[in-house]
C-alpha cells in the first residue's frame, strides 16, 4: 500500500475509475438485455392478434415507436 497521501490517492482515483467503468458496462449489458426483451415480447403480442397501436396502449408508447421496437430499430 502507498505510504505517500498523494500515490494513496492516485490508487483510489484509478480504482474509482475502474469501478465505475465496470459498473458502466454491467449496465449496458443490462440494457441490451432488457431491449432484446421487450422486443420479443412486443413481437409475440403482435404474433398473438394484438395490434401495435394496442401494444402501445398497453406500453404507454406511441405507437409508431413501438413499431420501431418490433422492427428492431
Avoid: C, W, Y
Amino acid at each position: 500500500m502507498p505510504s505517500d497521501p498523494k500515490q494513496k490517492a492516485r490508487a483510489e482515483v484509478r480504482r474509482a475509475q475502474a469501478e465505475f467503468e465496470r459498473a458502466q458496462e454491467r449496465v449496458q449489458r443490462e440494457r441490451a438485455d432488457a431491449r432484446a426483451a421487450r422486443r420479443k415480447r412486443f413481437a409475440q403480442a403482435q404474433k398473438d392478434g394484438l395490434t401495435v397501436r394496442e401494444i402501445a396502449d398497453e406500453a404507454g408508447l406511441n405507437f409508431s415507436h413501438v413499431a420501431e421496437i418490433i422492427r428492431g430499430e
